[in-house]
């Protein structure tokens, strides 16, 4: 049997992957952290506790096959939360992971670490360089460094998702592109961990749509991941509520789209 620490489990994506990775039969046991109350399921045990909280996190982490880190302020804030939560916070876990003997870490990092490339760089190869288009955007570049330490000086294995993004299903049409499914994100993060001495990985997290192509899907897929969902079905209920897709929109300037705006400037946070 095994055992996965999911932090940030009553997020978004948290909630999202919970029924996609429990196994029922007894062969795994997802162990669910987060600030928030959880009620467990069959096959899941939960933990009121946070990212930031060393002594709390070593102790969760005993016994543990893989940690998935979602934990974590999910959107833009002020320089003091997300050094908090996201930076400390990720440092908290991989350190805690280090010290309880942990062998494996999937880290959810975020397009916004690479937010200011442009469509004429598209497909984004995993080893682009960083540009990331806010606070939180920094705090994913700093949790890929963070990863990348703890794989080469301790030798755990490491990958880190680039999600763009990962909703019941796409919010607006700028999403027909980003649109990671639930389902797959559940095969993605299944394919973390389950692949065989993967060492240090930087991927993207993202489906098979149609109106895709922004970032590389090459290395997801070494991992074993083949996406198999397109947001292009959800393509005439957007229509419907937003109008046809404008290209001169600027949330298509950048790869971060609106999280790129002056609105994100430090001023205005």
């Excluded at 049997?1 to 007894?26: C, F, H, K, N, Q």
């Excluded at 794989?151 to 993004?165: E, M, N, P």
């Excluded at 298509?252 to 609105?263: H, I, K, M, R």
């Amino acid at each position: 049997m095994s055992t996965i620490l999911i932090t940030g489990a009553a997020g978004g994506v948290g909630s999202l992957l919970r029924p996609r990775l429990v196994r029922t039969d007894g062969t795994r046991t997802l162990r669910l952290l987060d600030l928030a109350e959880i009620t467990p399921d069959k096959g899941e045990e939960a933990i009121q506790a946070s990212v930031t909280d060393m002594s709390a996190m070593i102790e969760a982490c005993q016994g543990v096959d893989a940690v998935i880190h979602l934990g974590g302020q999910a959107t833009e804030a002020s320089w003091e939360k997300i050094l908090e939560v996201n930076i400390d916070g990720t440092r908290t876990v991989f350190e805690a992971a280090r010290r309880a003997g942990v062998p494996r870490v999937v880290f959810a990092s975020s397009n916004h670490a690479v937010g200011f490339h442009k469509p004429d760089e598209y497909p984004l190869p995993e080893n682009v360089t960083a540009l990331p288009d806010t606070y939180y955007g920094v705090s994913k570049v700093a949790g890929e460094g963070l990863g990348a330490l703890y794989a080469k000086r301790y030798g755990l294995d490491v990958i880190c998702i680039r999600i763009l993004s990962c909703f019941p299903k796409p919010p607006n049409l700028r999403a027909l592109s980003t649109w990671l499914s639930p389902d797959d994100a559940g095969r993605l993060f299944e394919a973390c961990l389950t692949v065989e001495k993967p060492g240090y990985r930087i991927v993207y997290g993202v489906s098979a749509n149609t109106r895709g192509g922004w970032v590389s899907l090459e290395g997801a897929r070494e991992l074993g991941y083949e996406p198999q969902d397109d947001a292009e079905i959800h393509l005439a209920e957007l229509t419907a509520e937003f109008g046809p897709i404008d290209p001169a929109d600027p949330v298509f300037t950048y790869l971060g789209g609106p999280f790129c705006a002056p609105e994100f400037d430090a001023d205005n946070l």
